[in-house]
């Protein structure tokens, strides 16, 4: 007896796995093996690398930008765990925010599937945009 399946891998005997079975159940899809595919799959071979490029720039734009704008005596830094950081660590603050932001850029590139991305090309994003809103705040505020 055939089962119908629509995981596009043919007609099989009823109850057989399917082959999207028979690789879920094995190692295949272990996180190395996903990445790896990742990384084969073309979005990941032209995207990874400029998406963490962007990632290391705009980290890199924050932690400047923040650091001119507060230097002002004017600001202080909106994000509570941010902050907490540079009460503890000072001006050293810089380094776990530019760890951050290369370990999130290599994993970029470790497993660059499309969500990943995405997600972290908005964040870049949304970091690049507070950059630009710390270094108007440093205008404002050094006149």
């Given at each position: ?16 796995p ?48 923040t ?10 830094e ?7 950081v ?39 994003l ?13 205008i404002?505020l050094a006149r």
């Open positions: 007896m055939l089962d119908i399946n629509f995981a596009g891998d043919g007609p099989r005997e009823a109850g057989a399917s082959k999207t079975e028979d690789v879920a159940s094995s190692e295949a899809l272990s996180l190395s093996a996903l990445a790896a595919v990742a990384r084969a799959e073309p979005v990941g071979r032209v995207w990874a690398l400029p998406v963490a490029l962007f990632i290391l720039f705009s980290g890199f734009a924050d932690a400047i930008s650091s001119m704008a507060i230097g002002t005596g004017g600001a202080v909106a994000n509570p765990l941010v902050r907490a540079q009460d503890l660590a000072g001006p050293a603050w810089v380094g776990p925010k530019l760890a951050l932001h290369a370990a999130l850029a290599a994993l970029t590139v470790w497993y660059p599937n499309r969500p990943t991305l995405v997600l972290m090309a908005l964040v870049s949304i970091a690049t945009a507070v950059s630009a809103h710390n270094v108007a705040l440093f404002d």
